[in-house]
């Protein structure tokens, strides 16, 4: 189990280092550029007629990248209070069952939607899809969303055996309750 936990935390550190870069990087980029575009639009009174799709793709990609990496953080579906609730009430077994029932919800979800993110890649390839201004092809797109939601998936399953592990081990009775969990 100790070979898994270093491979499942290898994993995990270049998905975070590698797309939360390029997440991070794509995001200040458009900021930029979207703010250029406010100040062509209504101090020179002249746009990029793509400038709009531009600004909202790469935006979009952006937080695609960077879903995994918050799962990786277990920062999605927050909700602390239920959790505090619960340990207060001293419901650990509860905990430790929600989280391997939201990590497998998690996997299961993200891994049907890359799944089938895969026909929409090639029917959007197949028909030339493009974006509203007729400048860019949406498959792109689409891949950036397939490969962010198909690592979250990767990441939620790592976890889900890491959760499993945790439970048989019986860390839920001793681990404190931790606000940032995706309970």
Request: proline share 1%; aromatic share 14%.
């Amino acid at each position: 189990m100790k070979n898994f936990y270093q491979i499942s935390e290898l994993i995990k550190l270049w998905i975070e280092k590698i797309l939360g870069t390029l997440s991070a990087l794509l995001m200040i980029g458009v900021t930029l550029f979207a703010l250029a575009e406010i100040f062509r639009r209504y101090i020179l009174g002249v746009v990029f007629e793509w400038g709009q799709d531009a600004v909202i793709y790469a935006t979009m990609c952006s937080v695609a990248f960077f879903i995994c990496v918050t799962q990786i953080k277990r920062g999605h579906l927050v909700m602390s209070a239920v959790l505090q609730l619960l340990s207060a009430y001293k419901f650990f077994r509860l905990i430790g069952f929600a989280k391997i029932f939201v990590s497998t919800t998690v996997c299961i979800f993200c891994a049907s939607l890359t799944y089938t993110a895969i026909s929409t890649i090639q029917y959007s390839i197949k028909i030339s899809e493009l974006s509203e201004s007729l400048f860019f092809y949406m498959w792109p797109f689409h891949t950036c969303l397939a490969i962010g939601l198909g690592l979250m998936s990767l990441v939620a399953f790592l976890q889900i055996i890491e959760d499993i592990h945790s439970y048989i081990k019986g860390d839920h009775f001793t681990e404190k309750v931790e606000l940032s969990t995706d309970v």
